[in-house]
């Protein structure tokens, strides 16, 4: 068999007699900028090159998580990058997983429960939970992988309650229940993270209504393409008028989850997105705006959103505080309360600040994967301080909700233009 073809058939996660999948980790590995290395460094208590290994092997714990979540494997109970041994550990309730998990090259964890089993007791819980302390009780909701079970975070005044009643509770998983002492609020106050300003809210309301804009996205409808970028669903309602920071006007709100309604703000589907369709004139740039890292382009692999697994390292930028501003990803799939709401699949990082008008900024790997945009966290955090949570609302799942509201497909751009080269007739 033709070497050329053995190489491509193992990209694929295909094994072929002694070949081995794990030369996904062979990819060619992206440069890192020094400003984003020197907040590894920093953040993670390493030297540049302990960072540049580090991040190279969270690189190949991602493209080794995303073929894992390609095999749908029946008892996969989630993934999370170990800091230790440098390497991705991948849980699952079911022994016939384990080899195909090691050919993929990372370790395998065997537990209990699956992820499948974990969401179903926590949505059971969060609904017992919920009637017994009040509505508003519960401030966010995750499974943890590495604990095998689930964690609650519920507010200060009802801790006590909560925990007699997870602790009487028929439960089958651990649950974790932990005091939530402040709510998390918004940051509500065209490159992915330059500064934007809601103008249809200042002529109502007053004020300025900063946010940042996510990443550049086009809408495609038949063989026209509308330029556009995805951001928070917090900083707009549809219809709104966006303007830049400078007082030029960027566009028009054709999708967002957040509407108004006698005065009384809700979200729809529980998810903080919109995508705003830019105005004549305006080039979209598959690029992020940096601020001290200069511009980063969107990476062309994997359309550019490559998932981060828990562990590995992510940075936040905004027109606010700029950038970089880096840490690890918490928790994925998070159910939290931010700003009185309930939001469903948030990414949680710990150790990051925001500020008000970072709002709708992107979280964007090392190696340029765009992983969501900015919903809030603790307010007003900047500079960074460890226990600083920010919640980040999926670019994924943003740009999904905007192709069903129009009818057409949105695409986010990236280096190899509106969507990743495909290999046809495979």
């Known amino acids: 068999m033709n070497k050329a073809v053995l190489v ?59 073929r894992i979540e390609e095999r749908h494997l029946p008892g996969y109970a989630g993934a999370w990058f170990d800091s230790v041994t440098l390497s991705l550990q991948v849980a699952t309730n079911n022994a ?20 499948t089993e974990l969401e179903e007791v926590r949505a059971r819980i969060t609904d017992a939970l ?27 005044d009802v801790i006590v309650p909560a925990s007699a009643f997870i602790a009487t509770y028929a439960k089958d998983v651990p649950v974790q229940v932990n005091s939530v002492i402040v709510d998390a ?44 970028f995805a951001t928070a669903g917090h900083c707009d309602t549809s219809g709104n008028t966006i303007k830049s920071s400078s007082g030029t006007t960027l566009g028009t709100v054709a999708q967002s989850t957040y509407s108004i309604t006698g005065g009384i703000g809700s979200f729809s589907f529980n998810e903080d997105g919109s995508w705003v369709q830019t105005s004549s004139g305006w080039v979209p740039k598959p690029q992020i705006n940096g601020y001290t890292s200069g511009t980063l382009n969107v990476s062309g692999t994997w359309t550019g959103t490559l998932v981060a697994p828990v562990g590995t390292t992510a940075c936040r930028y905004g027109s606010t505080s700029g950038g970089p501003h880096c840490a690890s990803v918490t928790a994925r799939n ?43 966290g603790t307010p007003n955090s900047c500079p960074d301080s460890s226990g600083d949570y920010v919640y980040f609302q999926p670019i994924t799942t943003t740009l999904a909700r905007a192709e069903s509201a129009l009818g057409n497909p949105v695409a986010m751009l990236t280096s190899h233009g509106r969507s990743a080269p495909t290999v046809t007739n495979f």
């Open 8 to 66: 491509l058939l193992s990209l694929c996660g295909i094994t072929v007699g002694s070949y081995s999948i794990t030369a996904i980790s062979s990819e060619i590995q992206p440069q890192y900028d020094q400003k984003t290395l020197a907040q590894v460094e920093a953040f993670y208590g390493i030297d540049e090159s302990a960072a540049i290994t580090r991040l190279s092997k969270e690189y190949d714990a991602a493209v080794q998580a995303r």
């Open 96 to 115: 016939e997983d384990l080899n195909v998990i090691r050919q993929i090259g990372a370790t395998p964890v065997l537990v209990t429960h699956s992820l």
């Open 130 to 156: 919920t009637s017994a302390i009040g509505a508003g009780g519960i401030r966010k909701s995750y499974v943890d992988p590495q604990a095998n079970g689930v964690v609650l975070g519920v507010g200060g």
């Open 185 to 228: 609020g918004f940051s509500t106050d065209l490159h992915g993270a330059d500064g934007t300003q809601n103008d249809s809210w200042h002529v109502t309301y007053g004020g300025t209504w900063p946010c940042s804009a996510g990443a550049s996205a086009e809408q495609v409808n038949g063989s026209t393409y509308v330029a556009g």
């Open 334 to 376: 998070v159910s939290v309360t931010v700003g009185g709401y309930l939001f469903n699949g948030m990414i949680e990082v710990d150790g990051i600040c925001t500020d008000d008008g970072d709002s709708g900024g992107p979280l964007v790997t090392p190696a340029n994967q765009v992983q969501g945009t900015v919903t809030g």
